[in-house]
């Protein structure tokens, strides 16, 4: 894949920038005086709730005490990152009450927060919208099932926002919002930190990374700050057959980030960056169970029965995103307020090439090919190129006055380019002979041919909004808030299809909405340590246009349940909470209750036989529970934590279909998919002395309840899949049974370590210390006629990390 050009500056001006700034910190360190090297002392650990104190977060768009922000949230720091082990966003999950990522394979995780989803969002499904935020800063970085998976180094922390976000962060917040806060250049600052990191996974292949980040001043007025990394990821996944092989599923991670704060008067503060990643992968880590290619019930090639962590291939997989942000934040001190505009420009190039041999072999038996067509190699490559430009201007007042407000207006315009091509060499010679010469010409429609299934999806989106809050401390103890947002959106899609396996489709679709989303929030200061918050905010999704069937490979009862659904409208909720926040010496304790009530959720379903997704709108359901995050010190040497959430999410509708017959599992009372109904980690941490050397161990405990991937995984469970396909010997009525409910599972992670002299800092892990298998999502193709398995976790993990900061 070729790189544009501004990735190419990056990537090149990255390595230079690093090698120029190491080599002037060390000219800073050498210049320190050799006195205050020999009487620098190892710090002591501080208390939990005394670090806790000092978070400072951003979620309300202006510098807040975590401990006065008036809603759920969660803030990871750097050194809750670093101990923790956490190089995903689904590690750092497991810390974070109400979180929950189901896990899809490399660079498509979903996330949901307290409940609010919608179900399983595939690689074809570019339509659909995301319903957690996911912000890098101040920009956006969420799209849908392709949230760039950032890597966690030189981060300040993550701030995990619970409940819709719509009022200051718009569509797609829905649930919440995530935000990497990155460690900005620091004027007047020469510093840096090296980390190097090595492990290896049972029964798999090893990792490991180096990482660098560097900061350098230029001059009085500006400083520069250089980050660099590049992670490989161990494989534990085996692949039988033709494209098989060892660990297919390992991949690499390389990126790097260059910014610059500039303060060219005391008024003014100026911080341009720009941030290139390359994530790549060799496979995925899917543990099937039955494939066209190799099961139990064939008799001319000998039957295969999958045992952990295997797969079958004709041809190897693989997964690419390239990611560039180039963004410029300006901000100008006016004394009693603050002006900041925030520009932002994002490209991305994503490509899923699927070893999609069973799905076009599966279709290659109903059309009756021979046994040689049917064992063809074919390959589905999702691409995705997008180009988002974002403009946000907003106002804020200052000082402590009993009155604060917030206005802005924010606009973006995204073009994604979406297509799909199905190469398989050799196809168009057995779809002649079948059905006539010409055939494959015919149905083309003007793309490539050998290639069964193609389409291409330009959509253009365009948003502008207009924002406010307002804070008013009534008295010393209680103060109210008010929001709104004014929202505009238009979206215009085209598609167009052909192959033998598509409609022929030429449609052109639009979708506009409009609307005002507002927010109230109250916090009562019971004490100088107990504060109480209540909140009603509303959220909202964006609609849309589903693709059409691929009706070539529908049954007729799939043609004629999922063919009437072409549209979903706008999905919105109401979020009511209460919640507590206390800080005292020694403990630190939050907590929430809340219940969400959806209008219109947008739910995820499989098509049956026609190798298609569709959206359905759920007139109601609902989400409510509790969470709990607590830190305690009962001594100067041992600190307890625990983050945990009860959610109970169903829905409130039946849909049917046209024959009266309860659709895709959606029944009053069926729960929402891919949520737990409790999740907690526990942890234990303690702080001692090692040969004077400031050391600590700790063990977590982390527990996920059960979930389905889909709403129609809980209707006729365990489910038999008829396979109906007579070939290499199956019997058409073959049929594999499978449990889909994806069963709770517990992890255990270790960890060690220790502070040296001079920066220096090492330690020791094992994460799923019991090495515990764990289901993470059921995926089938074709509607489980052509393939059935699971996406699996990683097995246990040993490594060391030796870190060095100067």
């Given at each position: 894949m070729k790189l544009r050009p501004l990735t190419k500056a990056v990537l090149l001006a990255i390595p230079s920038g690093l090698a120029l700034s190491v080599a002037h910190v060390a000219n800073a360190q050498e210049a320190k005086p050799a006195e205050k090297a020999a009487t620098e002392q190892p710090v002591s650990a501080k208390t939990g709730p005394e670090v806790i104190e000092r978070i400072v977060v951003t979620a309300t768009k202006r510098e807040t005490s975590l401990r006065d922000v008036p809603f759920s949230i969660n803030a990871q720091t750097e050194e809750d990152i670093r101990k923790s082990g956490a190089v995903t966003l689904e590690d750092l999950s497991r810390n974070v009450a109400g979180l929950a990522i189901q896990n899809l394979g490399p660079g498509q995780s979903q996330v949901a927060i307290r409940g609010v989803s919608s179900g399983q969002i595939v690689r074809d499904q570019p339509g659909v919208k995301e319903q957690v935020g996911v912000y890098l800063d101040e920009t956006a970085i969420s799209l849908?099932?392709?949230?760039?998976?950032?890597?966690?180094?030189?981060?300040?922390?993550?701030?995990?926002?619970?409940?819709?976000?719509?009022?200051?962060?718009?569509?797609?917040?829905?649930?919440?919002?995530?935000?990497?806060?990155?460690?900005?250049?620091?004027?007047?600052?020469?510093?840096?930190?090296?980390?190097?990191?090595?492990?290896?996974?049972?029964?798999?292949?090893?990792?490991?990374?180096?990482?660098?980040?560097?900061?350098?001043?230029?001059?009085d007025t500006m400083a520069m700050r250089v980050v660099g990394y590049h992670t490989k990821f161990g494989g534990w996944t085996d692949a039988l057959g033709p494209g098989g092989g060892s660990d297919v599923n390992q991949g690499e991670r390389t990126g790097g980030r260059l910014s610059f704060t500039f303060k060219p008067t005391r008024d003014v503060t100026i911080t341009p960056r720009v941030i290139s990643q390359r994530v790549t992968a060799e496979g995925f880590n899917r543990q099937e169970v039955y494939n066209l290619y190799g099961n139990r019930f064939t008799t001319t090639v000998p039957p295969i029965t999958f045992g952990e962590n295997q797969q079958y291939l004709l041809q190897r997989e693989k997964f690419k995103d390239s990611t560039t942000i180039a963004d410029a934040t300006i901000k100008i001190d006016y004394g009693t307020w603050d002006l900041t505009s925030v520009t932002t420009k994002t490209e991305r190039d994503i490509l899923v090439s699927r070893d999609a041999s069973a799905l076009t072999g599966s279709v290659s038996v109903d059309l009756g090919f021979p046994t040689a067509g049917v064992n063809l190699p074919s390959r589905l490559n999702d691409t995705t190129d997008l180009k988002s430009v974002t403009q946000e201007l907003r106002i804020g007042s200052k000082g402590k006055g009993a009155l604060q407000w917030l206005v802005g207006a924010f606009f973006s315009e995204t073009d994604r380019k979406y297509a799909q091509r199905l190469p398989t060499p050799g196809y168009d010679a057995f779809t002649d002979a079948r059905f006539g010469a010409g055939t494959s010409a015919a149905v083309a429609?003007?793309?490539?041919?050998?290639?069964?299934?193609?389409?291409?999806?330009?959509?253009?989106?365009?948003?502008?909004?207009?924002?406010?809050?307002?804070?008013?401390?009534?008295?010393?103890?209680?103060?109210?808030?008010a929001g709104g947002r004014f929202y505009d959106y238009e979206e215009e899609r085209t598609f167009k299809s052909g192959g033998l396996f598509s409609d022929g489709n030429n449609n052109f679709d639009k979708t506009s909405s409009d609307g005002f989303n507002p927010r109230f929030l109250l916090a009562y200061k019971a004490s100088d340590r107990v504060t109480f918050n209540a909140q009603a905010s509303k959220g909202f999704r964006?609609?849309?246009?589903?693709?059409?069937?691929?009706?070539?490979?529908?049954?007729?009862?799939?043609?004629?349940?999922?063919?009437?659904?072409?549209?979903?409208?706008?999905?919105?909720?109401?979020?009511?909470?209460?919640?507590?926040?206390?800080?005292?010496?020694?403990?630190?304790?939050?907590?929430?209750?809340?219940?969400?009530?959806?209008?219109?959720?947008?739910?995820?379903?499989?098509?049956?036989?026609?190798?298609?997704?569709?959206?359905?709108?759920?007139?109601?359901?609902?989400?409510?529970?509790?969470?709990?995050?607590?830190?305690?010190?009962?001594?100067?040497?041992?600190?307890?934590?625990?983050?945990?959430?009860?959610?109970?999410?169903?829905?409130?509708?039946?849909?049917?279909?046209?024959?009266?017959?309860?659709?895709?599992?959606?029944?009053?009372?069926?729960?929402?998919?891919?949520?737990?109904?409790?999740?907690?980690?526990?942890?234990?941490?303690?702080?001692?002395?090692?040969?004077?050397?400031?050391?600590?161990?700790?063990?977590?405990?982390?527990?996920?309840?059960?979930?389905?991937?889909?709403?129609?995984?809980?209707?006729?469970?365990?489910?038999?899949?008829?396979?109906?396909?007579?070939?290499?010997?199956?019997?058409?009525?073959?049929?594999?049974?499978?449990?889909?409910?994806?069963?709770?599972?517990?992890?255990?992670?270790?960890?060690?370590?220790?502070?040296?002299?001079?920066?220096?800092?090492?330690?020791?892990?094992?994460?799923?210390?019991?090495?515990?298998?764990?289901?993470?999502?059921?995926?089938?193709?074709?509607?489980?006629?052509?393939?059935?398995?699971?996406?699996?976790?990683?097995?246990?993990?040993?490594?060391?990390?030796?870190?060095?900061?100067?």
């Open positions: 849908s099932l392709f949230t760039p998976d950032l890597d966690l180094f030189d981060l300040k922390r993550v701030e995990t926002l619970r409940g819709p976000q719509g009022t200051l962060y718009g569509s797609g917040n829905i649930g919440g919002t995530i935000r990497y806060i990155t460690t900005e250049a620091k004027i007047g600052v020469s510093e840096g930190t090296i980390e190097t990191n090595i492990n290896k996974i049972t029964d798999g292949s090893t990792g490991g990374g180096v990482k660098a980040a560097v900061n350098m001043p230029l001059g429609n003007g793309f490539p041919l050998n290639s069964p299934y193609n389409a291409d999806l330009p959509y253009n989106l365009t948003q502008k909004a207009l924002f406010g809050e307002i804070n008013y401390e009534v008295n010393k103890q209680l103060t109210a808030t964006l609609g849309g246009v589903n693709d059409p069937l691929n009706i070539p490979l529908c049954t007729a009862q799939d043609r004629a349940i999922f063919g009437g659904y072409q549209r979903f409208s706008d999905e919105s909720l109401w979020n009511y909470e209460v919640g507590v926040k206390m800080q005292r010496p020694g403990l630190s304790f939050n907590a929430a209750a809340f219940y969400t009530k959806m209008t219109d959720l947008q739910v995820t379903l499989d098509a049956g036989s026609c190798s298609s997704r569709v959206v359905f709108n759920v007139p109601k359901a609902h989400s409510s529970g509790i969470e709990v995050e607590m830190t305690a010190r009962p001594t100067g040497n041992i600190e307890l934590t625990l983050a945990g959430a009860a959610v109970k999410s169903e829905f409130d509708s039946t849909v049917r279909d046209g024959t009266g017959a309860v659709l895709g599992g959606i029944r009053q009372g069926n729960r929402l998919p891919s949520v737990p109904k409790l999740s907690f980690t526990a942890s234990f941490t303690y702080y001692f002395s090692l040969a004077g050397r400031e050391s600590y161990i700790t063990a977590s405990a982390q527990h996920v309840g059960s979930r389905f991937t889909q709403p129609s995984d809980q209707e006729n469970n365990p489910r038999t899949f008829t396979h109906g396909l007579a070939f290499l010997g199956a019997p058409a009525n073959a049929s594999t049974t499978v449990n889909l409910e994806l069963p709770k599972y517990n992890l255990v992670n270790l960890s060690a370590g220790m502070d040296f002299e001079r920066g220096f800092s090492a330690t020791f892990y094992i994460n799923n210390a019991t090495d515990e298998k764990a289901l993470l999502s059921f995926d089938r193709e074709r509607g489980g006629r052509a393939r059935l398995g699971f996406a699996t976790n990683q097995p246990r993990t040993i490594g060391v990390t030796l870190r060095k900061t100067f």
